[in-house]
């Protein structure tokens, strides 16, 4: 954008050119790999006043259930941090924080802490090797520590397992026909019968946090969308499909319940639907799950001007993530919305919400950006203020 001919967005809520002092809701999601969604938060609070020094900002950081979503909801819900140890999705020991409210007898686990594909050395593992076994130690975890109320953001997972190795780790039993046990997730293409365990090991209530709404199986289920990025390769689908449509045939049959087509079954490799299939938990948006906690609709409504980002803006920002429905609220409420970002693609589908795109590659490279993440966003801030003040960078 030239900043000549502003969207028609911009136009109807604040002048292009805008000197006067507004009031700034700064609301990222977090920068994957390079800044938590405060980190970016503060980054661009720094950046923003060296345009336009009497601006009001206020920080309101952001999440849609991925990485950073327990921080961010433990910041405004009331949260105590503490660890426990678990394995990752690899098996290997690990350490994990989740955060507890006493008072409300209430845990809050961001499941990326625990079997997160970022805690993963890249290339080094296959999906087919990993599991969600670390996920069901800590709500083990959790209900030992009294929480009857669980909530859990299961985004940036490494796994595709159906939820197949938190189920085990509470105590569920697979059998194929023989009744031989399986203790592998890809032989599933041969489940026969699933056992429920004896008693309870896990909280009352859980809220499932979803940052995507794909159901489990088929051409937008999780293996096929998802699974490239965790490593599974086109000869894998049919494997790794095989195994969690055996799972769905047979919970509907012993269980006597069909999660796969819920919004969000795909979410986290087929976690959504395990959590919901196996423990009865409920599935909701993540975005709208912190939007009530953080009270963003009063915020908006003192807001006159919105500035949100994350790592890379493109035509996936506005299929669900964070700060595409961020700007779609703002959008409804005629609140101006500007997005910065590490890299930007697809700008011509991000104006449909977007009055404005800044990203950090414009100046400086992408290693830069990266290495440099705070700075370069903080200097993307200041071009986006001072071409909201004079329509030039």
Avoid at 154 to 173: H, K, V, Y
């Amino acid at each position: 954008m030239d900043g000549s001919q502003p969207p028609c967005c911009l136009r109807r809520a604040l002048p292009w050119h805008h000197p006067e002092p507004v009031r700034v809701l700064i609301a990222p999601d977090k920068f994957k790999g390079t800044l938590t969604a405060l980190e970016a938060a503060r980054s661009m609070a720094r950046g923003w006043p060296r345009a336009r020094s009497d601006d009001e900002l206020l920080l309101l950081p952001i999440s849609d259930g991925g990485d950073g979503f327990g921080s961010v909801l433990a910041r405004h819900a009331g949260g105590k941090q503490v660890r426990s140890v678990v394995v990752d999705a690899a098996g290997r020991r690990a350490v994990a924080a989740w955060w507890w409210n006493a008072r409300q007898r209430t845990a809050i686990i961001e499941s990326a802490r625990v079997i997160g594909l970022a805690m993963l050395p890249a290339g080094r593992f296959h999906p087919f090797q990993l599991g969600t076994h670390g996920l069901g130690m800590l709500l083990c975890a959790a209900a030992r520590r009294g929480a009857q109320r669980c909530i859990v953001g299961i985004g940036g997972s490494a796994t595709n397992d159906g939820g197949f190795g938190m189920a085990r780790e509470l105590g569920w039993r697979f059998f194929d026909q023989a009744g031989e046990e399986i203790r592998a997730w890809t032989n599933l293409s041969v489940l026969a019968r699933v056992k429920a365990p004896r008693k309870r090991t896990w909280p009352k209530q859980i809220i499932v946090a979803v940052d995507v709404r794909n159901r489990l199986l088929g051409v937008g289920g999780c293996t096929r969308v998802y699974g490239p990025q965790k490593g599974l390769r086109p000869e894998d689908f049919e494997k790794a499909e095989a195994a969690l449509r055996r799972l769905t045939v047979v919970t509907r049959r012993t269980i006597g319940r069909d999660d796969s087509k819920s919004d969000g079954a795909g979410a986290a490799g087929g976690l959504g639907f395990g959590l919901a299939a196996f423990l009865g938990a409920e599935l909701v948006p993540g975005f709208d799950l912190v939007a009530r906690e953080v009270k963003l609709e009063q915020a908006l409504r003192r807001a006159d001007l919105v500035v949100t980002g994350e790592g890379r803006l493109d035509a996936s920002t506005l299929m669900g993530k964070g700060t595409g429905e961020l700007a779609k609220r703002c959008a409804a409420r005629k609140v101006p919305c500007i997005g910065l970002a590490g890299e930007i693609a697809d700008r011509a589908k991000l104006q449909r919400l977007f009055c404005q795109t800044t990203a950090m590659t414009e100046f400086a490279s992408a290693e830069q950006a990266r290495a440099e993440a705070r700075h370069w966003l903080e200097v993307a801030a200041t071009a986006a203020a001072k071409q909201l003040s004079n329509g030039s960078r």
